[in-house]
């Protein structure tokens, strides 16, 4: 049951401009979703990021999109569930990879539907609780207990990125563990 690096995908759903103020502790959200994509691009996991309604609520935040890796896609979508955008889902599939790691926001709507439908397609879903947010704690809370119901891992950010990275005393460990400090 560990999450591997090399079975693993990072999905980062709409941590954007407009949404983002209101979110209950975003720094905190930002500051782990920055660890999770910098040890994603050190440890080659993809990632795909996806937008929710962009001329509405803004494109991802600069820390953010900083900190993808190269080449990453951007997926709009309009669904609250990113597995009901077909373009997601074929890049999802495209990756061949089974368990995917997901952060962002919002917790029990975005994030939630995302993980269900995952889910729902036979994914692993690893969800990184400290990278996770709603505009209220009681939404953020409820969300973690009916995922961790419903058949999802519930990880901190340092699992996923000790995890990944399996041992110590590597040039990629010196480089990824130095994010958590």
Same mark, same amino acid.
């Given at each position: ?11 980062v759903v ?64 309009i669904t ?9 889902? *074929? #890049?999802?599939?495209? !990756? &061949? ?7 962002? $926001? /919002?917790?029990? +709507? ?31 809370? *409820? #969300?973690?207990?009916? !995922? &961790? ?7 901190? $950010? /340092?699992?996923? +990125? ?20």
């Amino acid at each position: 049951m560990l999450i591997r690096a090399e079975e693993s995908v990072l999905v980062v759903v709409d941590v954007q401009a407009r949404l983002l103020p209101a979110i209950h502790e975003s720094g905190r959200v930002l500051r782990n979703a920055g660890i999770l994509l910098k040890a994603a691009g050190a440890l080659s996991v993809p990632v795909l990021l996806t937008e929710q309604y962009a001329k509405g609520l803004g494109e991802t935040v600069e820390p953010v999109r900083a900190a993808l890796p190269a080449g990453t896609p951007t997926i709009e979508k309009i669904t609250f569930a990113s597995t009901g955008e077909p373009a997601f889902v *074929a #890049a999802l599939e495209g !990756l &061949r990879r089974r368990s995917v790691v997901l952060c962002g $926001t /919002e917790a029990h +709507v975005c994030v939630l539907q995302t993980a269900l439908g995952l889910l729902r397609l036979g994914y692993t879903v690893h969800l990184v609780a400290d990278a996770v947010s709603s505009r209220t704690p009681a939404n953020h809370a *409820a #969300a973690i207990d009916r !995922l &961790r119901a419903a058949g999802a891992s519930i990880v901190t $950010t /340092e699992m996923v +990125v000790f995890e990944w990275l399996e041992r110590a005393g590597t040039p990629v460990f010196k480089t990824v563990s130095a994010l958590i400090k």
